[in-house]
């Protein structure tokens, strides 16, 4: 994994803890460390969250092999 895969993976994880924030107890974690939802900063790492989220995309189908390429006896 290369190491915008893992910062892109950790940033997701934010958004997705932000979510359950949100949904669980109605508190935007984000918008309230940096100053509400309408901040620059809080914009900023919405819009890095959501890249990060369509980078993500990607890992799903980095290093997939074929099922007819595989090494006999490996699984």
Request: positive net charge; without cysteine; aromatic residues 8%.
């Amino acid at each position: 994994m290369t190491v915008i895969d893992t910062i892109a993976l950790i940033l997701v994880t934010i958004g997705a803890l932000n979510w359950g924030s949100i949904g669980i107890f109605g508190i935007d974690a984000i918008g309230t460390l940096f100053g509400g939802q309408l901040s620059m900063i809080s914009r900023l790492i919405y819009t890095l969250v959501a890249l990060a989220g369509v980078w993500t995309i990607s890992i799903l189908f980095k290093n997939k092999v074929p099922a007819d390429t595989r090494v006999e006896g490996r699984k």
